[in-house]
């Protein structure tokens, strides 16, 4: 099973993305998702996760109220919607699972895509 992001480019400081993240080989609509970040130089960060019951878990207080997950199963997507971006949420995004039902931390069974770089500069 593979999973792939895509969504990431340049923003302006303030502006918005909406990053992808989908499956080879399993159905993201019987799994929780996760979403973290790595920025150069810098250690993981874990963002949000949603469950199968479309609960979200936030994880990192700084992008509270501007990160959000959602899902369209009918094209088998996990969405991250980032919003008033700012220059230091540049990183590579990428989302993990372990292909469970519920949010657990990110650990050695999840399997992670391979990332999608968002720039954040004017």
């Known amino acids: 099973v593979q999973l792939v992001e895509s969504g990431g480019g340049l923003v302006q400081p303030g502006g918005s993305l909406r990053l992808s993240c989908q499956a080879s080989?399993?159905?993201?609509?019987?799994?929780?998702v996760s979403w973290l970040r790595q920025a150069p130089g810098k250690g993981r960060e874990d963002l949000l996760c949603i469950n199968l019951q479309d609960v979200t878990t936030d994880y990192l207080d700084s992008v509270k109220g501007r990160f959000t997950l959602s899902r369209d199963n009918a094209k088998k997507t996990v969405y991250l919607q980032m919003d008033n971006l700012k220059p230091e949420d540049t990183a590579v995004y990428y989302c993990a699972s372990d292909f469970g039902p519920n949010c657990v931390g990110i650990g050695p069974s999840h399997t992670w895509g391979q990332g999608t770089l968002v720039t954040v500069s004017s």
């Open positions: 080989g399993f159905s993201l609509n019987f799994a929780a």
